[in-house]
């Protein structure tokens, strides 16, 4: 469900990059964007930064503006929104507080999606996602297979 960044967020979002916008140039240095989302209280991989560098200073400029990073404040909301739901998912499913899910109960889930996915399809993800064949999905397993 896409997350609705309320107004205050944005203008605190705001604030926070005209801080880390050491010129005044309304643009702030890759390098700095690691402390910028740091000081909005999330946190951002060195791997998945240096994708959205990649993706959003396409002009190799070494900075990125606030249009752009009013979308990736956007994207990492919704990123850690949709982790809280999965988390909260997994709790629901893990019936016996144990960290993992029986392939059962994941069938189920997967059967009650409504993907119109066979049960050869469903068996198909199931093994993928139970590789140790224990039977049971840990939260990564259940991770990779919700988020693709």
Request: zero cysteines; glycine letters at 4%.
């Amino acid at each position: 469900m896409p997350v609705v960044i309320s107004e205050k967020q944005f203008n605190d979002a705001h604030q926070a990059f005209k801080l880390h916008d050491k010129k005044d140039e309304g643009a702030v240095s890759n390098k700095e964007l690691t402390n910028l989302f740091k000081s909005l209280a999330l946190h951002v991989s060195d791997d998945k930064l240096q994708q959205w560098v990649d993706e959003m200073d396409e002009d190799a400029t070494g900075v990125i503006r606030w249009e752009k990073f009013k979308i990736l404040f956007e994207r990492k909301v919704q990123e850690d929104e949709d982790e809280r739901e999965l988390r909260s998912a997994f709790r629901v499913l893990d019936k016996n507080n144990q960290g993992v899910i029986d392939v059962e109960d994941l069938r189920w889930i997967l059967k009650s999606l409504g993907d119109d996915l066979n049960d050869d399809e469903i068996q198909d993800m199931i093994n993928e996602t139970d590789t140790d064949g224990s039977g049971t999905v840990d939260y990564e397993e259940f991770s990779a297979l919700m988020l693709g």
